[in-house]
């Protein structure tokens, strides 16, 4: 099983990331996926989910508007659309995959929002 994210980097505040999740090793239609964030010296916390069935999706209060999270069952990846960057978006963002009680993660992706 992996889930291989990319599409990190740094950007300026204002600007737009998109950052995809390439999954191998398991039925990708059936897990809902996600996006998580983890900034230095806090707790990670969901971002964005997006569903296995009929792709109902579900924002953090700090993203709505901005984000946009997408899949494509062909291709066995998700995508996190990130638009009007700001500062306090800087952090590591996982994937994620959940089905029942399993649930795999990827390695993470850098994003830095500075001038």
């Known amino acids: 099983v992996q889930l291989v994210e990319s599409g990190g980097g740094l950007v300026q505040p204002g600007g737009s990331l998109r950052l995809s999740c390439a999954a191998s090793?398991?039925?990708?239609?059936?897990?809902?996926m996600s996006w998580y964030r983890q900034a230095p010296g806090k707790v990670r916390e969901l971002v964005a989910l997006i569903s296995s069935t009929d792709g109902n999706t579900h924002y953090a209060d700090s993203v709505k508007g901005r984000f946009t999270i997408s899949r494509d069952n062909a291709k066995n990846t998700v995508y996190l659309q990130m638009n009007s960057l700001k500062p306090e978006d800087t952090a590591v963002y996982y994937c994620?995959?959940?089905?029942?009680?399993?649930?795999?993660w990827g390695q993470g992706t850098q994003v830095t929002v500075s001038s």
């Open positions: 994620n995959a959940l089905y029942l009680l399993r649930q795999y």
């Open positions: 090793g398991f039925t990708f239609s059936n897990y809902a």
